[in-house]
């Protein structure tokens, strides 16, 4: 059993364990008992994993002795939304979860973000532990803290910080994942690789293979370096003041293709395209290493992500919605970007974003996306 303490300094200080293990999932009902104690419990679950672990997971928590309530939401990220929180809210409300209950986020990182901001908000806040069920939310979203909602004017724009009590990760879940939906989240490994890490990148890429044949070793070990790599800078800055803005890279311009597409582009991918932007948009400003963008799109290919989007995407429009992206300010876009693989940049005030003109962003898309 691989168990990586995460530690949250700051507001308010908080602990929790991830655990990852093939065959973790069983040993769930050992977790909440110890971790997020309550007699009730609401397991929380888009319809797509409701219907191939839900019955399961109530099964072991009821033979536990806890009363569970399965509460499904629609799968896919336009259900991450202010009207699937208000029907969740409402199923927990109604089926009688009280301030000493818990939620369990069963999922991808969309039950994850959603069944977290649920947790966060029901009664001014219960313990959440997230059971990750995707490639993209054991590698990544799961652990943080972070929570929320899309809304149509942008994504994560409703949200709120809450850590969970505990992560409970169970590789052998992924044999069910869609093989489109195990590459997006691929690509958020390489990018814990590209910030802070390029031994893990090359090692990434030299394992694609026995990756993508679901390879436990191999997958127990990139969960845990990503896991380890999110951890470090989170646990420095909680609250994404500086440094957690690494974590950001290939973001500010996928966040703005998933909301132009109207949230039908898969995360990953749009991580994908949008670090390969973002390390061109480095080169081009003189602060990422020549031939950067070369080494990011070879290690992307062999793990079958598409190095951009489809079709043409207007420059103007991604550059109006990355104004609303969190790091802007002033009305300036700034945008994270690597020194080169493994080593993120810093600008001359030490900040972990960087100003970049819109006239090069511009002229950059129009090349890479137009
Ligand atoms: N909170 C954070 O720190 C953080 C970090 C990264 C990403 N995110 C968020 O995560 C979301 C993307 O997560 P995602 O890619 O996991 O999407 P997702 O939750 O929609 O899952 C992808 C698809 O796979 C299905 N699925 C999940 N697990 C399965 C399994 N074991 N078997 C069969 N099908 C399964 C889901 O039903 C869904 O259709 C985005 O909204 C993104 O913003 C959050
Ligand atoms: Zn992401």
């Not at 672990?53 to 991450?80: D, N, Y």
């Not at 973002?278 to 963008?293: C, F, K, S, V, Y």
Request: aromatic share 6%.
């Amino acid at each position: 059993m691989t168990r990586l303490r995460i530690d949250t300094p700051a507001e308010p200080p908080h602990a929790y364990d991830v655990l990852i293990e093939p065959g973790a999932l069983d040993g769930l009902p050992d977790v909440v008992r110890e971790f997020a104690p309550a007699r009730r419990c609401a397991v929380i679950s888009d319809a797509v994993v409701a219907d191939i672990l839900g019955e399961r997971v109530r099964g072991a928590l009821e033979a536990a002795g806890f009363a569970v309530e399965l509460v499904r939401f629609p799968a896919g990220e336009q259900a991450k939304n202010r009207d699937s929180w208000g029907s969740v809210i409402d199923s927990v409300a109604g089926r009688g979860l009280t301030r000493d209950g818990c939620v369990i986020a069963l999922g991808g990182g969309v039950t994850g973000d959603l069944a977290g901001f649920v947790a966060a908000t029901f009664m001014r806040g219960v313990p959440v532990v997230q059971v990750p069920t995707s490639l993209l939310s054991m590698v990544d979203a799961s652990v943080g803290g972070k929570t929320g909602l899309d809304t149509p004017a942008g994504k994560n724009l409703i949200g709120a910080f809450h850590q969970p009590a505990a992560v409970v990760v169970d590789p052998r879940v992924l044999a069910t994942l869609p093989a489109d939906h195990f590459r997006a989240g691929m690509a958020e490994a390489v990018k814990h690789g590209a910030i802070a890490d390029a031994a893990y990148f090359d090692w990434i890429v030299a394992h694609a293979e026995a990756l993508g044949g679901h390879d436990e070793a191999a997958l127990v070990r990139l969960i845990r370096r990503s896991v380890e790599i999110k951890a470090e800078v989170v646990s420095e800055d909680p609250r994404e003041r500086g440094r957690r803005q690494v974590l950001n890279f290939g973001h500010t311009f996928a966040h703005a293709l998933e909301t132009w597409t109207g949230y039908r582009t898969l995360h990953g991918f749009a991580v994908g395209a949008g670090m390969v932007a973002a390390a061109e948009l480095g080169e081009r400003a003189g602060i990422t290493a020549a031939g950067t963008t070369d080494r990011l799109r070879s290690a992307l290919q062999p793990l079958r992500v598409p190095e951009r989007p489809d079709g043409v995407v207007p420059a103007e429009r991604i550059l109006d919605l990355a104004r609303l992206d969190k790091k802007s300010r002033e009305g300036k876009i700034r945008y994270t970007l690597l020194r080169t693989v493994g080593e993120t940049a810093r600008g001359p005030d030490g900040a972990w974003s960087i100003p970049v003109d819109d006239g090069l962003v511009g002229v950059v898309l129009r090349e890479l996306w137009g």
